[in-house]
């Protein structure tokens, strides 16, 4: 079985804080993916990054960067300087060929204020 | 380019009224999902079709729910009779490859309460 975890439900920061979302993830798949997604107040979700499990180098993307850390099955996501902008709920999910499906996690909604 | 276009946005109903949802994928994408999101249970995988044949419909919760793809460029979902328990938002997503290379895009979804 595969599942994602996202155990922070809710993050409040002040703008230009940097900001981590936790990501933990299960499978038994030596081959998988790893996306992140945004989903701002319309409504739709965005996507920001997919990784594969033979890949860990982290990336950065001008104020996100990601840390991928199969020791720890952990895929986390940093925002540098945050931005209210930036508010929204974001979603980390897996691909496996087991599963043949996205998982995604629960969600982390971020708020930043001014 | 256009993304991908959901109606209705929002849809109030009476349980036991028959819903449809719409969706216009992008041009050129191949493949096409339905998702659907609650509190309770977050973004469950409807079913999904590339080149318009289903592929897999697994998470279609009952009989009550069904879904086509006509054509490359049309697809719905249908819920016959609804019930209050399928008040969510449904999301269409396609794709231009399959889940595990590329990403998803969606569209705005179509929020639904059935009271």
């Known amino acids: 079985a595969q599942k994602v975890t996202q155990a922070q439900t809710e993050i409040s920061v002040v703008e230009k804080e940097d900001v981590t979302l936790d990501c933990v993830y299960e499978?038994?798949?030596?081959?998988?993916?790893l996306f992140w997604y945004k989903q701002p107040p319309s409504g739709e979700l965005v996507f920001l990054i997919r990784?594969?499990?033979?890949?860990?180098q982290n990336e950065i993307s001008g104020r996100y960067s990601w840390n991928f850390q199969k020791s720890t099955s952990s895929f986390n996501f940093t925002i540098t300087a945050s931005q209210v902008v930036d508010s929204a709920v974001y979603f980390c999910?897996?691909?496996?060929?087991?599963?043949?499906?996205?998982?995604f996690g629960t969600g982390t909604r971020l708020q930043v204020t001014l | 380019d256009a993304g991908v276009i959901q109606s209705p946005r929002h849809e109030v109903t009476e349980m036991g009224q028959e819903v449809t949802l719409r969706c216009k994928p992008i041009?050129?994408?191949?493949?096409l999902f339905w998702y659907r999101q609650t509190m309770m249970r977050g973004l469950e995988l409807l079913i999904y079709?590339?080149?318009?044949?289903?592929?897999?419909d697994s998470g279609m919760p009952e009989d009550r729910f069904s879904a086509k793809m006509p054509n490359a460029s049309f697809s719905n979902l249908k819920i016959q009779p609804s019930e209050p328990r399928d008040s969510a938002v449904y999301f269409c997503?396609?794709?231009?490859?399959?889940?595990?290379?590329?990403?998803?895009?969606f569209g705005e979804g179509s929020r639904l309460t059935v009271l």
């Open positions: 997503a396609s794709s231009p490859v399959g889940l595990d290379v590329g990403e998803l895009f």
């Open positions: 499978t038994r798949d030596t081959t998988y993916y």
């Open positions: 990784r594969n499990s033979f890949d860990e």
């Open positions: 999910a897996l691909f496996t060929g087991t599963a043949s499906k996205l998982t």
């Open positions: 041009s050129g994408h191949d493949y």
């Open positions: 079709f590339n080149n318009n044949v289903p592929i897999d």
